[in-house]
């Protein structure tokens, strides 16, 4: 199970971290990875000033737009993130 968190945080949710998280809701299905994946939002992951900040295992990606999520479940579906 690989675990992504969205950054929520004011100044995630200013550049657009809810549009980010329905981007993974509307995706994980599409790639099958539903029970690969385990989506969450968290609070300020401390990159404030870099947009959109996502983790994803252990991971950091910020500046994440809603077109950048295909390119990372893709990774993930491609093993890219095994964990346990
Ligand atoms: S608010 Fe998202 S990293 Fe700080």
């Known amino acids: 199970m690989v675990e992504i ?3 929520v945080g004011s100044s995630c949710h200013l550049k657009g971290a809810y549009e980010v998280i329905k981007e993974f809701e509307r995706l994980i299905p599409f790639y099958g990875l539903e029970n ?3 989506l ?7 990159r404030c000033t870099e947009g959109v900040t996502v983790k994803v295992g252990d991971r950091y990606f910020t500046s994440v737009a809603p077109k950048d999520v295909a390119g990372l479940l893709e ?3 491609n093993g890219n993130w095994k964990e346990d």
């Open 40 to 46: 969450k939002a968290g609070f300020c992951l401390g």
């Open 5 to 7: 968190t969205v950054c």
């Open 75 to 77: 990774a993930v579906k």
């Open 36 to 38: 690969s994946v385990e």
